[in-house]
């Protein structure tokens, strides 16, 4: 830790590359835009496949994995899909030393190649639904790179599923978007707005696409999850059919939905501060980090051993001991806080007299606290909630503080420069471009949750039935 | 599970193919040599996974992330490691619309890219070892192809460490050996052999390789995980280098092992017979099938609240009600057998009113119990703990059967037309490539539990100091 970190007031993008080196999350790979995820990275991001799997279960679907590569002519089939993924594909041409009949896409998302397989697998209405998740890397070919927010490869979950009505599906869909945001606000300490995409947002191939939208720390919007309703897209192109109660063939409806490592990305930059990483409780690789004090052996020994007993004592919560000796204690406290854990506990001879220790957290500057070792048990599992806690609500406050309701179009361009401007919009896509000719900001969302009545759109003054959340999107 | 499954007396590749499809495992995919993982595949695999990474955590390593694609280059810099794998490789040739300047190869194995980010996270003797596990998917072009055992693409995890001593290295190839043997036999329930490679089966960059061999239900082994110790092979061509305590600058010495979705072919064969599947309880990802009998509502009502009674006993045991109303009892049976389910509970009227329950083990053929509903918590458990030593007593019976140690070479091969066949081998490549011509029988292993003093080759009749295992193999 010998380099600072930019501070977010003076360059918030190279702040965030510096946090993501320098808290030893990822690397640029010698691929142009791949990257290595380094084991801290990959612990959260451990963390988070785990906080996302278990709800997946928790609703009734199965994992499963399907090829990497995709023949050509699949992603061919769905007009939109095509249009949409084809300037960003891997081809494989040659396979084994020899060049391949049909060159083999390497997967940009699976509806394709997954359709392939549910139209085997799908037979009768009894099969359905069918829900399933598969966990594994992508390929979208990109010119402009950052690592987790934008990545050649990138790990995610795709959820696919089928349907035997529309309804079931568009519930499925939304039921997932909602998945995603109590993930995003109970585990992440994110908060989120859910909604709809505009048709110019959609997913390529989607009849309706869904996303979870966070604030960064700069007043962006980042999309953190998206459900899509394909309707019978896809079941269309690849005969995705069963017979229903009455013996007819009918289309399955389908939905699909993914978060991807862009969520590391997300954390980062919701919660991270000039000093490093802070990372949400139920998250952290490390809950709680402990660093021992000693100036002689006997005082090593000590100490040591009223560790053992604070082990013992948090045997449930994620715990390191930083005993390394060649490093002095404000050295460690500055690696810990720029790698976010969550609450340090220090401990020294005159706290082993005193039968205590300094507890610091990470989410409230320089605030500190002397806790009994007896009650250690109970005071820092209360510390990590009130921690998770903070951090959301701190979230919280900073979007309200950056959100507003605009009256005019002048006062919403100054808005969209710093965070999200809720306006009334006609639902042109012209008065939508327009405003990302103006302004770079786009829609974001169209929250589920409306004002009740109606207004007039903040561009063109036409008479408008829904609001929309406009701002600067990574 | 209208079909039968071919016997594997009559058939055992057809038998392998049929309870892969049959039970569900996976699917060939639309592309050549791919496979798709289906949920009950899928899931066995979770487990396979789990059992594992909690063990390479344990025993100090990481999980990381690296770049799916590696420039042709760096293949290329090991001369052995390009020969071994070039003929395997699949390339990208274009990405994002364009002709690519270097093509990429899909990731056979991960040595080269690793060694890229060891060369620059290594600088000194204290950050060393270096331990680090990737769960990833890999592929190696193949021609033939069958699923699980060896498809173009598959799943597996792969070790790499870096250390400051030869020793050290050695050391850890060898731990990590005996951490995929403690896995195969106690969770996978499947006795293996452990030993050394001769220099033609030797994993290509290596310098030395392990491995563990099982004996499937043919005679024939499988290689079930390697462990490879790499020398200074691929440090020198990467000038992953590091300032040992003298401040001199050295070659780290590395290792790298790995697991694949292949354990889920190994555990197929050694437990399955002519119904389906038979799955150790520790990796089983249902442990025990609840199949309900009624003929009335009333009955159902009954039946169904002594099943929840169950449930609560059983809440740690991964359980399964099949309540499906369109299928008889037998079929469900035969179904689950076919899955492999450890341990069925068959439950009907008559056993609701005498308090109890039929057990049927998946291990034994036609052996059922009956056990009263307040002895299940303890019960249910102790039979699944001695399902799973059941089913390795089992395979261990069988390789020793199929084991034999041969006096001269007429006997040895026909010791190898059925089994392992422990033989003294002098150490030359010429004996090994004529037991090869004239057997297809391999060195599977030289195991590390030798007899005492020395022996004849069995080929040549030389002096020799080692024991080999010979036999067919996947």
């Given at each position: 830790?010998?380099d600072?970190v ?10 965030y590359?510096?946090?993501v080196?320098?808290a ?27 906080g ?6 928790a609703?009734?679907h199965?994992?499963?994995?399907f090829?990497?590569f ?9 007009a939109d899909?095509?249009?949409g ?13 020899q060049?391949?009949e049909?060159?083999?896409?390497v997967r940009p ?5 997954i ?10 209405y ?9 966990w ?21 979950q ?16 939304r ?7 109590d993930?995003?606000?109970?585990d992440a ?5 859910s909604?709809?995409?505009s ?16 604030m ?10 998206t ?8 079941a269309?192109?690849?005969g ?15 939905t ?11 954390i980062i ?28 052996d006997?005082?090593?020994a ?15 919560v994620?715990l390191h001991l ?15 806080e720029m ?16 039968e205590q ?16 070792l007896?009650?250690l048990?109970?005071?820092?599992p ?8 903070s951090?959301f609500?701190?979230a919280l ?5 950056r959100s507003?309701?605009?009256k005019?179009?002048q ?14 919009w006609?639902g ?22 409306q ?5 007039r759109c903040?561009?063109?003054g ?8 406009f701002?600067?999107?990574?």
């Open positions: 830790m010998a600072k930019t501070p977010q007031s003076e360059d918030y993008s190279r702040w590359t510096d946090i080196q320098m030893e999350l990822a690397d640029y790979a010698p691929v142009r835009g791949c990257m290595i995820i380094r084991p801290y990275g990959y612990a959260l991001w451990e963390n988070i496949r785990d996302l799997d278990w709800r997946f279960k609703t009734g199965q994992n499963a994995y090829p990497l995709i023949p050509l002519s699949y992603i061919q089939k769905e899909h095509v249009q993924f084809s300037p960003q594909l891997a081809v494989v041409t040659h396979g084994g030393g060049e391949l049909e060159p083999l896409v998302t699976s509806e394709t190649i359709n392939d397989s549910f139209s085997k697998w799908i037979q009768s009894r099969d359905l639904p069918l829900l399933i998740n598969q594994a890397n992508v390929v979208r070919w990109e010119m402009r790179t950052r690592l987790f927010l934008r990545t050649t490869e990138f790990l995610w795709e959820g696919h599923t089928a349907h035997a009505t529309a309804e079931e599906a568009q519930e499925e869909a039921r997932m978007l909602e998945v995603y945001a993930f995003a606000e109970n300490a994110i908060p989120v707005l909604g709809r995409k048709a110019s947002e959609r997913f390529a191939g989607a009849v309706e696409s869904l996303s979870i939208e966070a960064m720390g700069n007043g962006w919007a980042l999309q953190a999850g459900s899509h309703f394909l309707g019978q897209n896809f269309k192109v690849f995705t059919q069963f017979l229903n109660e009455n013996n007819e063939l009918e289309y399955v409806w389908q699909s939905w993914g978060v991807s490592t862009r969520m590391v990305g997300a930059m919701v919660h991270g501060d000039d000093q490093g990483l802070r990372l949400p409780p139920r998250l952290a690789p490390i809950q709680v980090v402990i660093v021992p004090i000693w100036k002689s006997e005082q090593r000590q100490v040591l051993q009223v560790v053992e007993r604070i082990r013992e004592d948090l045997a449930g994620r930083d005993d390394r000796d060649s490093l002095t204690p404000g050295w460690k406290f500055n690696d810990w790698r976010g854990v969550p609450l340090r506990i220090e401990i020294g001879p005159r706290d082993v007299a005193k220790v300094v507890l610091a957290r990470r989410d409230l500057d320089k605030v500190k606290e002397t806790a009994p007896a009650e048990a109970q005071r820092v209360e510390l990590l909630d009130e921690i998770q806690q951090l609500q701190q406050d900073f979007r309200q503080e507003s309701e605009p005019d179009y006062e919403f361009s100054r808005a969209v420069e710093i965070g999200f401007a809720w306006a009334w006609c042109s896509e012209e008065c939508e471009a327009k405003v990302k000719e103006d302004t770079k900001a786009t829609i974001r969302v169209i929250p589920f949750e004002p009740e009545g109606g207004g903040i561009v063109c036409a008479e408008a039935q829904e609001q929309a959340v701002s600067r999107a990574y």
